[in-house]
């Protein structure tokens, strides 16, 4: 008898461990099978980060011609850039579903081994200097030691006829895409524009103080642009950034030229400046640092165009952390001098600020309309406020002696401030009899060249330069990510005054920061102590209550059986 | 189906009926609240739920296995999963409804979290879609757990022995993701792609992908599976 239960005993078991293992085998083919061939995902991110933007999409499927990419992906890339491998492929992928036929791409593995010892150098070698890429360091764990190495590649070559661009190395997916459909543009564009940066009177240029420019803005050429010449035709928008000494009226007239042929100008001009004086400077002590009206000698001209940039600091209790010289040595502190302008303060249908959620904007002065533009009276002329301070913000004029450990009083001037305006239309010439020392009432062959109404053209007037400046920017960066909002502010601003928007979404895609700022008064703390321990409170309260509630139910229930 | 829900309805019951559930709760929520507030209101925060979502994983590694340990242990120490195995309910039922009680009660302490997601809201501009990434990528991630911790449930009468032996393999699976600069290159891949922290982490971004839902389901799928093998293995001991 013992024989048969042993016999059906066994026959369970073996029914019970094989469908057991032949379930988790399917399981385990299913999940393999779908690593190698799915890519269906849903895409829940506001700006559909993850999924191909219509921009890209326009872009590649309106090139002149066909595009052949070539992906260098190692094989058997470590973690987590084998992540991006995957990320890249699926990207391209969808580039060449989007493009109709116009980009067709290869992967291909640097490292695989060609014929024989030589073949292999060669490819290698052609990869890196035909197609720029460069291999990428990464620490691996080689025979239970970490080593760096240096045979892991991952970037991407576009080829367009003659021509090659390249991403030689990736070392993030973050902003790739705004990087290829960029690149494609570069590729396939007959003239790329260019920014003119003034350069007489100690401006800013991607040369002195703007030292990003060329990680940053990858969509324009740029050169540098001296005001005493007429300002060459090349040129497609001008950007005047924190001058520091006057403008001759040479200058301004040509500035005015510029804009009296549509060309597009932007002029982040301080109304103050804060530095040391030359006679005050203390050899071994703490510098004073001073506020004072910085005369650039621009307000006839702005004045004339109907903008004013004010002498005054713009101080914010809404602020964020900034570069604070305190004994000679720089610190990151919130400063009422360092403007956290928010969303809220922008205006989104405009395109400079258009899928920006804030920059910081370091020592502002605040900007006006005057006269027949603040009186609407400037036919054929829209002014948009760019960005401004917070309603508890004040004015600070006149000389002061800027010392970041002293808390500043509020002044009874309250805001808000404009930080800035965008101005479109058709503009009259600031110089309406020709060239600065033309006599009036006489016509010289100078003054009749010169132009004396705009076609439509765009004007930015920003009352700070702090913004861009490499000295705020660089030491803060890496711990404040907001101010990368500022670059993202420069490239947006450029696109508007040159009219060309399509780029502007993609690059705002994923870079975007979004601030979170939590105010230290106010019902914020209560929320947060609501939060942090009311609710584990709460738990405990429903706990005791319904443990209170049972009991009760039991006494009741051995009352009635008693 | 009906079996399965009648039986997590119990259990789910049996939790909030027991100090742990409370414990369980009131710990999660003070831990993530110290942390998460703390973070969110020093330096330069964001406006996004990382720090919520950077801490869970290893608290529910931790939590999971302690949810679960009672489930079948205490169950077969007392002598009461005989009783109930002798209803007419399957193994398979009685697996999934107890998984499931353990489900709702890690999806209850997620949802209390809601509030931490609204006040970020209130102060910044916050992006829902890895919200809702990130909490479907933590209440996948804890059924994981929990499915590991069910079936180190099912193997001993002691609750304690299941405990540790589930918090092993759960912190097996947590670590995978953290030490892949330590694993040699041929098997890193290999190891990512069963650490829960990458799967996880790819859903926080926002973006559901049916390669991370098939992972988490496999490997649930599979704890269950081995659950009601071992379960079954009564009949042919």
Redesign the interface.
Known sequence: MAAPKTIH??R??AN??I??IA??GA??G??II??RF?T????????K??RLSPASRDTVKNLPDRVTVKAFISN?L???I??YGQYIRDLLDEYAAASGGKITWEAIDPTAPGKDAEDTRNKREEYKSKYKIKPITL????ENK?EIGGDNFLGIAFVYGEKIESIPQIASTEGLEYRITSLLKKLTEVKRKKIGFASTEAEMTPSQGLQWFPQVVQDYDETQVPLDKPIPDDIDVLFVVGPKQPFTDQAKYHIDQFLMKGKPVAMFVDGMIIDTPRGMQMPGMEQPRIGRSNDTNLVDLLDKYGLKVREDLILDPQN??GAVPVEGQLYLANYPTFIRVD?GAFSQKLGITSHL?GIIVPFASSVELTGDLKDNKMAGVTTTPIASSSPDSWRQSGFFVFNPQVKLEKSGDKGPFTLGYAVEGKLKSAYPAGPPGTPAGQSTPESEKSVKESPGTRLVVFGSSGLFQGENLQPVIQ????YLNNLLFFNQTADWLVKDDSLIALRAKGMG???????VDGS?PM??W????G??LL??LL?VA?WLV?SARRRSISLQSL | MRNSLAIARREFGAYFNSPIAYIFIVVFLLISGYMFFTEITTGTPQADMRPLFGLSPLIFCIFGPLVTMGLFSEEKATGTLEMLLALPVTDWQVVVGKFTAAVGLIATTLAITLPYAFFVAGYGHLDWGPVIGGYLGLLLMASGYLAVGLMTSVWTKNQVIAAVVGFLFCFALFLFGKLLQLVPPWLAPTVQALSFDYHFQSIARGVIDVRDLLYYASLIGVCLIVAQTSLESRRWR
């Open positions: 005993k066994g369970t078991a019970s461990l469908t057991a379930v988790a399981i385990v299913v999940n779908a690593s799915s269906l995902r849903w895409d829940l991110t506001q700006d980060i993850y058997g470590p973690p987590p084998n992540a620490e691996v764990f080689k970490l964020a952390p969303e959620n711990h404040v990510p907001a920061q979004r601030p979170l700022n939590v105010p914020a929320w947060r609501l939060c942090e321990l609710l584990p738990v405990i706990g319904l049972r």
